[in-house]
């Protein structure tokens, strides 16, 4: 656990302990929801090159579909 403070402008930063711990690193996107009063659940969101690094291999005609698989992969990861 780490204490962070909030800023200002509602500027928060993950002590670098923690942001390791949890492979977050410069340029990832994070979800951020509001459970609460006084609670948060931060998630790091894999990017679409995340997505489709898992998934190699897993789908035989990749190449062919891989531009409808892009859509489609980005829709699941981003809602």
């Known amino acids: ?10 500027s928060m930063v993950i002590p670098s302990r923690e942001r390791r711990k ?5 340029g990832d996107r994070l979800e951020i929801r ?3 009063e006084g ?3 931060i998630k790091k969101v ?5 997505v489709q690094e ?4 897993r789908l035989p005609q990749w190449s062919r ?3 409808k698989a ?8 981003t809602s």
Request: aromatic content about 0%; overall charge positive.
């Open 1 to 10: 656990m780490a204490l962070v403070k909030v800023g200002r402008r509602g």
């Open 65 to 67: 579909l891989e531009g």
């Open 22 to 26: 949890a492979k977050i690193r410069e």
């Open 54 to 57: 898992k998934m190699a291999g």
């Open 70 to 77: 892009d859509k489609i992969l980005e829709r699941e990861v």
């Open 34 to 36: 509001a459970e609460g």
């Open 39 to 41: 609670l948060m659940t």
């Open 46 to 50: 894999p990017s679409l090159k995340d």
